[in-house]
């Protein structure tokens, strides 16, 4: 009997170290402190295990270090890069202001090529992919490139900078916690203002024909190829975002997220910040919605339709201002023929000079009285017949 239980606690002391041995093995980045986040690009886990050690940056690099973050970049990007350099504390204020004064404490790398095939070299892992700019929260590492991939626009540096940024930034507020992407996603394009226009535009057409996506959706349309719903869901993403961290409700936001880095989900923290469930959460978005978009494309439609009907109505004056008069009857075609010709036969006026000379020879003639009579001349004078 004794020698049963031994062998029991035996074979129950092995069963549990291998369930510790398999615990340890299912999370060895969690245990490194290098868990892969869920905007984290795929070169970041390699094999879904500790992510890649950040490869040194090339040694032509410029450096530049401000104390919490450090930025190495191609000396052909300097002239983009400095900017950033001299905004760099303004933008972490503004993330701070956001997420609290836990966000950004912790050192940050920033690495900017100046072409895609130094950007493949800088990502650790391996190369880039389709992308100009990643995010690499077990790293605090931000990759960006100054060079655009085949077919696509210039990146704006700066906005990729503010992106890549909010997503280390939430990483710390949050602790590391695992927060759905949309959230990730969402509070990094409403903090780096990303396309704010556009956004716009889609959330005022969806919210008219009454398209708005379910809030529960967004996570497994966000991770979707680039068609129209996952444009919708980013605008979304980063719309509830603003709703949630606007104005009044700023506070609730950090204490929300105080929560979630205290170990709570991010669903139960919202609720409880807010005190409403997660229901009333979005049919006050909604409602938010309404009110700030819905009536934008009534508005630009009314203002379209005014501007081209006024176009079109300077556009008819200056057509008529232009416009010869129109021609006369055929009577009077006849009738101003004739007085032109009348006109051609008069004799000619003369002139001022013809006038004066006339004058004043009338007025000589007037003035000699004997004009008349005639005279003769004898030994040099003149003498009078009478």
């Known amino acids: 009997m004794t020698r049963s239980c031994r062998r029991g606690s035996a074979a129950l002391g092995l069963r549990l170290a291998a369930l510790l041995c398999l615990a340890l093995v299912a999370a060895p980045g969690r245990i490194a402190g290098a868990a892969p986040r869920v905007y984290d690009a795929p070169a970041a886990t390699g094999d879904g295990g500790a992510a890649a050690p950040v490869p040194p940056p090339p040694p032509e690099y410029h450096t530049q270090d401000l104390g919490w973050i450090e930025f190495a970049y191609h000396p052909s990007t300097r002239d983009r890069v400095r900017p950033l350099i001299a905004r760099a504390d303004a933008v972490r204020a503004e993330l701070q202001a956001l997420l609290g004064p836990e966000a950004l404490v912790a050192p940050v790398k920033v690495r900017i090529a100046a072409s895609l095939a130094e950007l493949d070299r800088l990502v650790p892992g391996g190369a880039a992919g389709p992308a100009t700019s990643l995010s690499f929260g077990a790293l605090r590492l931000a990759v960006l490139s100054d060079a655009p991939r085949l077919g696509v626009d210039a990146p704006d540096l700066e906005s990729a900078f503010r992106h890549a940024l ?47 996506l379910p ?77 700030r978009y819905g009536f934008v494309p009534v508005l630009a439609g009314s203002l379209l339709v005014i501007g081209l009907l006024v176009a079109g109505r300077l556009a008819v004056r200056r057509l008529r201002a232009r416009r010869s008069a129109p021609p006369p009857p055929p009577r009077r075609r006849l009738r101003v023929a004739r007085e032109a010709a009348e006109m051609r036969q008069r004799p000619a006026r003369p002139s001022t000079a013809q006038l004066v000379a006339t004058l004043g020879a009338r007025h000589r003639s007037e003035g000699d009285g004997d004009a008349d009579v005639p005279k003769v001349e004898h030994n040099g004078q003149w003498h009078t017949l009478h």
Do not use: N
């Open 166 to 212: 909010a997503h280390l930034a939430l990483d710390e507020a949050t602790g590391g916690a695992l927060v759905p992407r949309w959230f990730h996603e969402g509070f990094a394009v409403h903090a780096a203002g990303d396309g704010v226009a556009r956004r716009a535009q889609r959330l005022s057409v969806a919210a008219l024909r009454g398209g708005l």
């Open 215 to 291: 809030l529960d959706e967004l996570e497994a349309i966000l991770p979707g190829d680039g068609d129209t719903g996952r444009s919708l869901a980013h605008a979304q993403s980063a719309d509830v975002v603003r709703f949630l961290a606007d104005g009044e409700r700023r506070p609730l936001f950090v204490r929300a997220l105080e929560q979630v880095r205290a170990g709570a989900p991010l669903a139960g923290a919202l609720e409880a910040a807010y005190a409403s469930t997660g229901r009333e959460i979005e049919l006050a978005w909604r409602a938010d919605v309404a009110r």
